[in-house]
């Protein structure tokens, strides 16, 4: 209905993202980033479309993308915490740590997120494995 709408563009790449339809998904958030340059939500749903399908270092592009356009974990719970699994998917487990124990301080939602706990623990876990296999 609205094919120059990025909003209503964006909600439809949700909607496809919710039935499993990453590839339609990933189309309308391309479309809503053609349509607002700018669009941080853009960026890193499609950074979520390619983790999904298995495209980590796709995913990382535009993450970073989606971070130079404004996306941050410090106003957004949600960010941070896909931000540090798509980190600790790509085998950056001392970045994931470090960036979590940052993210802490950005307030109680930060402090109390039980995926960012996961993910901490996680990535220390592996880190502790590789420190002692090299041992």
């Known amino acids: 209905m609205y094919p120059d709408n990025a909003a209503a563009i ?3 790449g949700m909607a496809y993202y919710y039935n499993n339809e990453y590839d339609k ?3 309308c958030y391309k479309k809503s980033t053609e349509l607002i340059p ?3 939500k853009g960026y890193e749903f499609m950074s979520v479309m390619y983790l999904m399908k298995g495209e980590n270092e796709k995913a ?3 993450l970073e993308l989606a971070k130079n356009y404004g996306a941050n974990a410090k106003n957004d719970i949600y960010f941070a915490e896909y931000e540090h699994l798509l980190y600790y998917k790509n085998g950056l487990y001392t970045k994931t740590m470090k960036s979590i124990e940052k993210a802490y301080t950005y307030g109680k939602h930060h402090k109390n997120s039980e995926s960012l706990k996961k993910t901490y623990e996680a990535a220390k876990t592996k880190l502790d494995s590789i420190q002692s296999s090299k041992l």
Do not use: F, R, V
């Open 10 to 12: 964006w909600s439809l």
């Open 25 to 27: 998904a990933l189309k």
């Open 38 to 40: 700018n669009l941080p």
């Open 60 to 62: 990382m592009e535009y």
